[in-house]
């Protein structure tokens, strides 16, 4: 017992496990390297554990939903070209009335944005929605009351987000509309 090979110390709290880290750092930096104290911080470790964990969750995460928007867009894009394809003879009509190519860019470019502000608006709706129940099983879990929330400007910002993505995925389909002849497109059936 007079030369102990450890010791073991509990804080009570993350603020004395500091105070105890920096005492060692301190007695460490006046003696010499045989008489030092090395020391394991072992909820440090674990919440590095974690915060690893939880960095590798989020990414994976990220990687699904990076995908998600990806295959989201094209499909928007197709979908657009397929419309454009289907109105080739109202294409032909508008253009044959007067309205130039940037009017015909300017209708699907006008329903791609609707349909992207319309998209955003419904899943930011169904996020609210899903919140209560959600809400409700953490605090039922863990006790902590209303963990899960979607403030209002990141609500904005995330239809803001869809609106562009479909506003790009329709580019190029109202640039096909765009290019079409009026004559070969009024003959069109």
Do not use: C, W
Request: hydrophobic content about 50%; glycine content about 4%.
């Amino acid at each position: 017992m007079d030369t102990p090979s450890s010791i073991a110390i509990y804080p009570i709290d993350f603020e004395a496990k500091e105070r105890v880290t920096d005492i060692i750092k301190q007695y460490n930096s006046t003696v010499d390297e045989d008489h030092q104290i090395t020391y394991t911080d072992v909820v440090g470790l674990l919440m590095s554990s974690v915060t690893d964990i939880i960095n590798a969750i989020s990414y994976i995460l990220i990687a699904f939903v990076a995908i998600s928007l990806i295959v989201s867009s094209i499909m928007i894009g197709i979908i657009t070209y397929i419309s454009v394809l289907e109105r080739t003879k109202e294409i032909g009509i508008l253009r044959s009335i007067g309205a130039s190519k940037k009017d015909i860019s300017r209708v699907f470019n006008a329903e791609t944005t609707i349909i992207g502000f319309i998209s955003g608006a419904i899943g930011i709706l169904v996020t609210v929605i899903l919140i209560i129940p959600i809400n409700i099983i953490i605090e039922n879990m863990t006790e902590i009351a209303n963990l899960a929330s979607l403030p209002p400007f990141a609500a904005v910002i995330l239809i803001a987000i869809s609106i562009v993505l479909t506003l790009i995925a329709g580019l190029f389909p109202s640039g096909v509309a765009a290019k079409k002849d009026p004559v070969v497109a009024l003959r069109t059936e």
